[in-house]
């Protein structure tokens, strides 16, 4: 079974920065991309930022230059540095992984519990 856990989260001023983590275990064959999506209230949920297993990153429009998307080595985990932050950044911030459990079976795409972050002053 495929867990992806989450960390980092929490309330922040607008211009500072918050880390977040994501640690998928389980049993997994291969990790493929990597990327975090957030939703706020009233919103639909949106890509925030995503990197490949060839370490190929994208951003949304509104988050590139402030925040950065990377991978630790075993490439099972995915953080994103979040700095300049802004109230509109507010949302729950959900992992997302695609995933294939085991070399039998398909890849899949799995998701984590989602972690709060708010900026506010």
């Known amino acids: 079974q495929v867990q992806l856990v989450e960390s980092g989260g929490g309330l922040v001023q607008p211009g500072g920065s918050l880390r977040l983590s994501c640690a998928a275990s389980?049993?997994?064959?291969?990790?493929?991309?990597m990327g975090w999506y957030r939703q706020s209230p009233g919103k639909q949920r949106e890509l925030v930022a995503a990197?490949?297993?060839?370490?190929?990153?994208t951003y949304a429009v509104s988050v590139k230059g402030r925040f950065t998307v990377s991978r630790d080595v075993a490439k099972t985990t995915v953080f994103l540095q979040m700095n300049s932050l802004k109230p509109e950044d507010t949302a729950v911030y959900y992992c997302?992984?695609?995933?294939?459990?085991?070399?039998?079976?398909?890849?899949?795409?799995?998701w984590g519990q989602g972690t709060q972050v708010t900026v506010s002053s």
């Open positions: 997302n992984a695609d995933i294939q459990p085991r070399l039998q079976l398909p890849r899949g795409d799995f």
């Open positions: 389980g049993s997994i064959f291969r990790v493929y991309a």
């Open positions: 990197i490949t297993s060839g370490s190929s990153t």
